[in-house]
């Protein structure tokens, strides 16, 4: 049972795929007659860890004579609390899930708590768990970093992840090669911060891992989750343009289109350098979908604020914008900031970037109809008609009569259907 983010998904498939390996069968969710329950808890906000205690607490009720495992942010950061939730029999934060089986089956045996979260602090090793199960057979995760040293004023999850550490290239080539032996076509490179990809390492980054990546035949496509504007270079970009496999979508986290409240977000850098990164990438790549997250409500953003962000927003022109209203961390900086801003205030807020978010999204549509595009079909939705995504990342839907599922067809963008366009294969 997992909560949170792509990162806590993907570590999620790699436990369920350990216990697998030993013999164990996967159950449905929250079936009632699984043996052992774990649960991978999110601690982003205080809203998270409530939502991770009840899930613990509800699952115990219905289950209870099961073995119920805690892991994750919320069991790192605060592993005591976790310990004392009735039920709780196995606490492990964000590493040592390799152990978890071990785990359960040493608690089978002695039936007495287990708690193994350790510090952090002065971790430099990357432990890694794979998966060839991540989610559909078109499309894999493959996690490459883990860990911050950001340290964004709203943000916990440094504490929870350790600093940056990077994943061995060879053994992320390694399993690359072998996601692509078994089928999928695109790979999505992931991490807590994963444009830092490398800064441990020596002298390596992200972009000579998706050179590498790039060479492997059978992936046709690499695609990054999320990146700080940091990363973005001439040269990170001519190099990614020469491997014809990068795809032209970035997902850069701006969090604010305001200069005051960037500088109280602690995120180190201007709305101009954001601006300039951008331009950047449509000078290389014309048509990339950029996308981004925003934090409305950040203490102390005045209406004034509010509007040079949005109007900042607009400026960019991103082709979604993923709206979050800032909800208070307990142990952050932010948590303590004075003027924090009124609960309906964040919702008119939110409500006035969605209005602008839904326009952006349909002139990014506009200015993609006509075009011959790529798509990598995903599913069928239903008897000859099929979804995918372009590599600017623009949900399609195709007829055919063909099953084209887990092909990339040269298409026509034709018309909006919603947030989905009608695409006609050429």
């Known amino acids: ?22 013999g164990y069968k996967h159950t449905s969710h929250e079936s009632e007659d699984a043996d052992i329950y774990v649960i991978n808890t999110c601690t982003v906000t205080n809203i998270s860890d409530r939502k991770s205690r009840q899930t613990i607490r509800r699952v115990k009720k219905n289950n209870p004579d099961s073995i119920v495992a805690v892991m994750g942010c919320y069991s790192q950061v605060s592993p ?5 939730i009735e039920g709780v029999d196995i606490v492990l934060g964000t590493t040592e899930r390799n152990r978890i089986v071990d785990l359960c089956e040493e608690f ?18 990357f432990q890694h768990i794979s998966t060839k199960s991540t989610y559909d057979k078109t499309r894999a995760y493959m996690k490459v970093q883990d860990g911050c040293n950001r340290f964004c004023s709203y943000c916990i999850i440094p504490y929870a992840r350790g600093s940056i550490r990077s994943r061995d290239m060879n053994d992320a080539i ?34 000579d891992l998706i050179e590498k990546i790039a060479q492997i035949d059978g992936i046709d496509r690499i695609r990054l989750s999320s990146v700080e504007q940091g990363i973005i270079s001439e040269d990170f970009m001519q190099r990614a343009l020469k491997t014809n496999k990068l795809c032209d979508h970035f997902h850069l986290s701006l969090q604010s289109g305001c200069n005051k409240t960037l500088k109280n977000m602690n995120r180190k850098y201007t709305t101009d350098e954001f601006y300039k990164k951008t331009e950047l990438i449509r000078k290389y790549m014309p048509n990339a979908g950029i996308t981004t997250d925003v934090i409305v409500g950040f203490p102390g953003e005045t209406e004034e604020d509010f509007k040079e962000s949005c109007g900042f927003i607009e400026k960019v022109g991103f082709s979604r914008i993923h709206i979050f209203k800032y909800s208070i961390r307990e142990g952050t900086v932010a948590a303590k900031m004075p003027n924090q801003v009124d609960g309906n205030i964040k919702i008119d807020r939110s409500n006035t970037l969605f209005d602008i978010n839904k326009k952006l999204m349909g002139e990014f549509a506009k200015n993609n109809l006509g075009l011959k595009k790529s798509v990598l079909i995903e599913e069928e939705i239903e008897p000859d008609r099929f979804l995918g995504y372009t590599t600017n990342y623009i949900r399609c839907s195709i007829n055919s009569d063909e099953n084209i599922h887990n092909r990339i067809v040269d298409v026509n963008l034709l018309e909006t259907e919603g947030e989905t366009l009608a695409a006609k294969i050429l």
Do not use: P, W
């Open 1 to 22: 049972m997992t909560l949170g983010c792509k990162v806590n998904q993907y570590e999620s498939e790699a436990v369920s795929e350990l216990f697998i390996s030993r």
């Open 108 to 125: 089978e045996k002695g039936k007495k708590q287990l708690n193994i979260v350790r510090s952090l602090k002065g971790d430099h090793c």
């Open 174 to 207: 390694k399993e690359a090669r072998e996601l692509a032996e078994a089928g999928y076509r695109e790979i999505i490179l992931t991490g807590i911060h994963v444009g830092s990809y490398g800064y441990d390492l020596g002298d390596i980054r992200l972009i």
């Open 80 to 84: 005591e609390d976790v310990s004392k």
